[in-house]
């Protein structure tokens, strides 16, 4: 099975893995690991060290905290195969042979969030243009204009989407990033679901900046042509950091769209094993995101399509199908709704695993757009609302940077704002509700002190 392997080096090599201009692998990291078979392709990334408050409780994540890249504090991630039949006694004895080891964790599949097809779409892209206000978004200057629109999927085909939107695209293309193994160039990969979810996410920021992470085109032994790795996502992740850090504080803004989500326990750890993902809040991928959160990034992730009337067929998990970082604390969590308004089948219900009010908000899906998939088909699962959403986050993005309105703050606005579609508030169909963006824009007045 395939694993991250959590280590603790001397504090000189996590500052040569922490550094951009030096190359390392996972050989500088570690030496041979009994029983592990570590994989060179992948470059070790550091992850932080939680650390609470003072006087917290220093073994609890579930409290405010902080996240330490200190040399003497943070670890590196490498990733390694171990035989099926040894895994489970590899991972007890390997951290009492090898002190520096202090984490074992699944390295899931993760795959694009399709949807059961078969029904036309309920619409065009221009009525969500209209849903989402985007004139009136625009009349007040918020149009993405410099804001990084990160889209983790499986690349983007640039020409594809400027002629479908009939405008210009502006494609990032020096911060654009792809795993290791990755053909191709960033705007020039197949027309596909990636190429989708940057035409929805333009919809309401149509000057944002795409920057390109096609982590859904690595490739695992067996897997399928749209499938990777959550090792290549928290390798992802750890390139937005550096992103995120060169931008000037003042005026930070990094919106991440994730259309994708581990559909089957088959690949994973079961729930209460330390290694974990879908339940585990300790797991690195987890802990990255809210680390990336913490610095000014806005996470979206899309709900899933396994909802009750109309699953997906790969869906696995018998219940709460909402897991691991689409479920998380720190991001938005998109459930689906069609442009009338009605709650798309498919669409997956909470309560989540790492937080149980999950969904957060609903967005708009199965219209015709940007026809990645033919002319006939829409775009369609959550993967559509979630880009839906994050575009129209981006489109806020552009006057409300982080150092003015953090990504928590936002959340909770998009969150009391939207419309609500039930009789008590939250619930785990819609979550709070329909995003609302002309609720949005008249919180922000009020809140820039424009409006009594």
Known sequence: MRVLLQLRPSPDVVAAV????????????????????LDPSFAPVVAPRPVPAAGGDPLSLHQPLVFSFADDEASVLVRGEISDDE??????????????????????????????????????WHDVE??????????????????????????VNRAHVARHLG??????????????????????????????????????????????????????????????????????????????EAQPAASRSLVVSNSWGSFSPEW???????????????????????????S?????????????????????????PITGANSHGSVLSVAGVDTRGERVGYSSQGP???????????????????RAFGDDEPDSGTSAACPVAAGLVAAVRTRWPAARLSPAQLRTLLRRTADDRSDVGFDHD???????????LASLRRRAGRVP
């Open 18 to 37: 922490a550094d951009p201009a030096v190359s390392t692998t996972a050989a500088d990291v570690a030496d041979a690991l009994p029983g592990v078979v």
């Open 87 to 124: 895994a489970s006694t590899r991972i007890t004895l390997l951290p009492a042979l090898r002190r520096e080891v202090v984490g074992i964790f699944a390295d899931p599949v993760i795959q694009p969030g399709l949807t059961c097809g078969g029904t036309p779409p309920v619409g065009d």
């Open 130 to 155: 209209r849903l989402l206000g985007v004139p009136d978004l625009a009349a007040e200057g918020l149009d993405g204009s410099g804001v990084a629109l990160a889209v983790l999927d499986t690349g």
């Open 167 to 244: 405008r210009d695209v502006i494609l990032d293309v020096e911060r654009s990033w792809k795993p290791d193994g990755v053909t191709g160039r960033a705007g020039e990969f197949p027309v596909d679901h990636g190429t989708m979810c940057a035409f929805d996410a333009l919809i309401a920021a149509p000057r944002a900046s795409i920057i390109d992470i096609p982590v859904l085109l690595s490739r695992r032994p067996g897997g399928s042509a749209l499938d990777g790795l959550l090792s290549d996502a928290v390798a992802a992740f750890a390139h937005l950091r550096t992103v995120l």
């Open 268 to 294: 994973d750890f079961p729930a209460g094993h330390p290694g974990n993902y879908s339940d585990n809040p300790a797991h690195p991928f987890n802990l990255i995101v809210s680390s990336l959160e913490r």
């Open 296 to 320: 000014g990034a806005d996470v979206l992730f899309a709900a899933g399509n396994c909802g009750r009337d109309c699953p997906d067929g790969r869906c696995a998990y018998p219940d709460r």
């Open 352 to 370: 989540g695993r790492l937080v149980a009010r999950k969904p957060d908000v609903c967005a708009y899906t199965h219209f015709s757009g940007s």
């Open 430 to 440: 819609h979550g709070y509700g329909v995003v609302d963006p002309l609720g949005v």
